[in-house]
């Protein structure tokens, strides 16, 4: 996958934001919480207000997989709790293929 015309690092989070609750809901899973680096994908993905940003469209189609999801979250992502979560990725990535 690769994405093209990214205009800042906020665009990214909101693209990755959304990719991945296309992954959550496409593998069924559910009661997730949705951990964002970025405190303003976080709390826009919190609001029940229309995104007026210039990523707006993207929170509002990342919003509404939230809903669909069942028990789904969005929060503020701790950096330790993130830290946890990417040992796994960097160990597969050393493994010999």
Same mark, same amino acid.
């Given at each position: 996958?690769?994405?093209?015309?990214?205009?800042?690092?906020?665009?990214?989070?909101?693209?990755?934001?959304?990719?991945?609750?296309?992954?959550?809901?496409?593998?069924?899973?559910q *009661?997730? $919480?949705?951990?964002?680096?970025?405190?303003? $994908?976080?709390?826009?993905?919190?609001?029940?207000?229309? #995104?007026?940003?210039?990523i707006?469209?993207?929170?509002? #189609? &990342?919003?509404?997989?939230?809903?669909?999801? &069942?028990?789904? &979250?969005?929060?503020?992502?701790?950096? *330790?709790?993130?830290?946890?979560?990417?040992?796994?990725?960097?160990?597969?990535?050393?493994?010999?293929?």
């Open positions: 996958m690769s994405f093209k015309h990214i205009s800042s690092p906020i665009h990214i989070e909101a693209l990755v934001a959304r990719e991945e609750l296309l992954l959550a809901s496409h593998l069924g899973l *009661n997730l $919480i949705l951990g964002s680096d970025s405190l303003h $994908i976080a709390i826009a993905l919190q609001s029940s207000s229309p #995104d007026s940003s210039f707006g469209q993207i929170g509002e #189609d &990342t919003k509404a997989l939230l809903h669909e999801i &069942t028990g789904a &979250t969005a929060a503020p992502a701790r950096h *330790n709790a993130k830290e946890v979560a990417h040992r796994p990725a960097r160990y597969v990535f050393f493994l010999p293929m």
